[in-house]
């Protein structure tokens, strides 16, 4: 049987990512973010893949932002879907993933 890769580490602090994001920097080394609502699909795998092209390091945000949705949009029942997300990440090698609370980012 084949090993499962592992997850990718979680950051939930904007403290975290950034001491993570220095500790690259300082090493010379850049990082592309792919910025996400999570409910992850082809099209964001596919801009993981190309972030990979460009630096060592891909970071994919998840943040269901209340913002993106106007009165009447229901921001309860956008799919959370973070077990499958972290997989599909794993899948394609993504070592960071930042998934801040409603109060980190606001």
Same mark, same amino acid.
């Given at each position: 049987? %084949? ?10 602090? %904007? ?5 993570? %994001? ?15 609502? &999570? ?7 596919? /801009? ?33 879907? /973070?077990?499958?997300? /972290? ?13 801040? &609370? ?5």
């Amino acid at each position: 049987m %084949a090993n499962k890769p592992s997850r990718p580490m979680v950051i939930h602090s %904007a403290e975290g990512i950034a001491q993570w %994001a220095g500790a690259c920097h300082d090493s010379g080394e850049q990082i592309v973010l792919v910025p996400t609502m &999570g409910n992850l699909h082809a099209g964001h795998l596919a /801009l993981v893949e190309e972030g990979q092209k460009h630096a060592p390091h891909v970071v994919v945000s998840i943040f269901v932002n209340p913002a993106q949705f106007g009165p009447g949009e229901d921001f309860e029942r956008y799919p959370r879907t /973070l077990d499958a997300d /972290l997989d599909a990440l794993a899948a394609h090698g993504v070592e960071v993933a930042f998934v801040p &609370g409603v109060d980190e980012v606001y």
